[in-house]
């Protein structure tokens, strides 16, 4: 079904109430786990629809922010959806002390329940109000963003529609583009300091009433981190600072020599070459198109997966003014249809949405064949894997989009992902410091992160910008405040990535097995075993990234 005609009602809570509750003494009175079993069968169709409507009220809110209709949509589900949580958890909780568990975890596997016990730990009926309050910070933070307006020669852009400027070949165009976003966001810093600051109180009130000490370990819990915490996350971050910053400091210089500029500055950053970065030059249908012949020519799984998306329009990727920032997939489960929402800009990122988007959209059509709902859950850092890894299984066929000029995106790709590494574990940082110390004034936190920035981007140089050499940066990113503690999963998964990308060099057809098997087995096994069986290494052990760290150094010769 296309998705301009799925049919979208709002859901009954009084409704769902009384389902959830029926399907939980049901389950109860269940007298083995075959009959229970099939009780859970009905919870994932009553959870799949669920799903499916909160995920139609999103996107339709997201695709204009300020349509009236979907904005009180998703006003209520952010009210709601925490009694909707509670409601699912009391019936996880009669399947996890299930008498007959031991039959059930060999049908749903044991993640499942490591996952509900997870849960457990991470929500509790008295927490509701809280949630309620923190999904509003949430939309006034993402509201804010996407109505931003900014005058560009007579005519309004918002954040999205100024990239371009951003990263021109022209020096003294980004310099100015660079000036007003920076603008925009110091008219703003106030009143994002303030949710910022609300929203770090909210969640901290919500560990305490947990029994934690600070939000750390509920937001771990909340991110379902089943098999790996703090200390192999602060392990990693070690790691990187030891071997990898050196090797983006050599990158940052081989840029400037490319670029032909004494220093490098801010207003440089994501730039890579003097004539300007390769974009494609060509209409978003087109784009669209080409991706299809792309993905038909890639695999069989890939070329069913794209003409299914074509054919039911499942792609958002105009970028308008009203429209809310950045990019994701998403999924419908009623339709077994991924959604992929961008903001085309006219940049290389545009190709991003076909590559990295469609990555995690591969990954979600292909596990919408299991019958088994746990295995679709998969966590952010196995996510994350299928999405940039498919970016560097894309790299052969980027003449499709950019011609002559592929062979410079394909530099500009492979640096580009290895200068984000220090960026993401920065930002991982950053989260751990504010809410080990929830008291923080907003200009310590904004101190904060300018220790960072020197630790991790020791090269960086804001030429004494009002709001960016003030540590104001971190404002625009908006993992922050949506998802704390997701951006490590970018970087453990890049990491891997990295190593689909060595695999590839030395065996295309060989790497693309690999890939598609970790892209089954979903989330049915934990990430450090998951990983092994497939062939590739776990980020935060010992050795991982001095070893990857000089197999880069080689790739991209510094």
């Known amino acids: 079904m296309k998705f301009q005609d799925m049919p979208y009602q709002r859901l009954d809570l009084e409704k769902i109430r009384a389902e959830f509750q029926q399907l939980t003494e049901e389950l109860k009175e269940a007298k083995s786990g075959a009959e229970q079993f099939a009780i859970h069968q009905k919870y994932y169709k009553l959870s799949d629809h669920i799903e499916t409507v909160l995920t139609l009220a999103q996107i339709r809110h997201d695709v204009d922010m300020t349509d009236a209709f979907?904005?009180?949509?998703?006003?209520?589900?952010?009210?709601?959806?925490?009694?909707?949580?509670n409601l699912m958890q009391t019936y996880e909780k009669v399947l996890f002390h299930s008498p007959y568990r031991g039959e059930l975890e060999k049908t749903i596997g044991p993640v499942a329940f490591k996952n509900m016990e997870i849960a457990q730990k991470s929500f509790q009926e008295s927490l509701i109000p809280l949630m309620q309050q923190e999904n509003a910070l949430v939309n006034r933070y993402n509201k804010?963003?996407?109505?931003?307006?900014?005058?560009?020669?007579?005519?309004?852009?918002?954040?999205?529609?100024?990239?371009?400027?951003?990263?021109?070949?022209?020096?003294?165009?980004?310099?100015?583009?660079?000036?007003?976003?920076?603008?925009?966001?110091?008219?703003?810093?106030?009143?994002?300091?303030?949710?910022?600051?609300?929203?770090?109180?909210?969640?901290?009130?919500?560990?305490?009433?947990m029994g934690y000490d600070n939000f750390i370990e509920l937001g771990y819990y909340r991110m379902m981190r089943n098999s790996?915490?703090?200390?192999?996350?602060?392990?990693?971050?070690?790691?990187?600072?030891?071997?990898?910053v050196p090797l983006t400091q050599k990158l940052h210089e081989k840029r400037r020599e490319r670029l032909g500029v004494e220093k490098l500055s801010y207003i440089d950053e994501g730039v890579y070459f003097k004539e300007g970065n390769p974009a494609p030059a060509m209409k978003p249908e087109e784009i669209l198109k080409n991706g299809q012949k792309m993905y038909r020519d890639l695999s069989p799984e890939t070329a069913k997966f794209m003409d299914f998306?074509?054919?039911?329009?499942?792609?958002?990727?105009?970028?308008?003014?009203?429209?809310?920032?950045g990019g994701y997939m998403t999924f419908l489960p009623d339709y077994n249809a991924p959604f992929v929402f961008a903001n085309f800009n006219g940049t290389s990122g545009d190709l991003d949405v076909i590559t990295h988007e469609c990555g995690h959209a591969f990954q979600g059509f292909l596990a919408a064949e299991d019958p088994i709902?746990?295995?679709?859950?998969?966590?952010?850092?196995?996510?994350?894997?299928?999405?940039?890894?498919?970016?560097?299984?894309?790299?052969?066929?980027?003449?499709?989009?950019?011609?002559?000029?592929?062979?410079r995106y394909r530099t500009m790709h492979l640096e580009d992902a290895a200068a984000f590494i220090p960026y993401g574990c920065m930002v991982d940082e950053f989260q751990h410091i504010v809410y080990e110390n929830p008291d923080m004034t907003p200009q310590e936190r904004k101190q904060a992160w300018t220790r960072l920035e020197q630790t991790y981007k020791p090269y960086l140089?804001?030429?004494?910008?009002?709001?960016?050499?003030?540590?104001?940066?971190?404002?625009?990113?908006?993992?922050?405040?949506?998802?704390?503690?997701?951006?490590?999963?970018?970087?453990?998964?890049?990491?891997?990535a990295f190593m689909y990308k060595v695999k590839m060099n030395e065996n295309y057809d060989e790497a693309w097995k690999s890939y598609l098997k970790l892209c089954r087995l979903s989330a049915?096994?934990?990430?450090?075993?998951?990983?092994?069986?497939?062939?590739?290494?776990?980020?935060y052990e010992e050795g991982c990234i001095e070893t990857m760290t000089k197999k880069l150094e080689k790739m991209l010769e510094v």
């Open 144 to 209: 804010l963003i996407a109505t931003a307006k900014i005058d560009w020669e007579g005519e309004e852009l918002n954040l999205s529609l100024l990239r371009p400027y951003m990263t021109s070949p022209d020096r003294k165009v980004r310099r100015l583009a660079w000036k007003k976003y920076s603008a925009f966001f110091a008219g703003v810093s106030e009143e994002i300091d303030k949710i910022y600051d609300e929203l770090v109180k909210n969640r901290t009130e919500q560990a305490r009433k």
């Open 373 to 407: 709902q746990e295995h679709r859950d998969i966590t952010m850092e196995t996510a994350e894997i299928h999405s940039m890894s498919m970016e560097f299984f894309a790299d052969k066929y980027m003449e499709l989009f950019l011609g002559d000029d592929a062979d």
């Open 70 to 85: 979907y904005e009180k949509e998703q006003d209520y589900y952010d009210e709601i959806s925490p009694e909707i949580q």
């Open 309 to 325: 998306m074509m054919e039911n329009e499942l792609f958002d990727v105009l970028g308008r003014k009203t429209k809310k920032a």
């Open 228 to 244: 790996y915490g703090r200390a192999e996350v602060e392990r990693f971050r070690e790691q990187i600072r030891t071997y990898f």
């Open 524 to 539: 049915g096994k934990f990430y450090a075993d998951m990983l092994h069986e497939v062939g590739l290494d776990v980020p």
């Open 461 to 496: 140089d804001y030429e004494g910008d009002p709001f960016f050499a003030e540590g104001g940066f971190w404002q625009k990113q908006q993992h922050i405040f949506n998802d704390p503690f997701y951006y490590i999963d970018y970087v453990l998964a890049q990491t891997c």
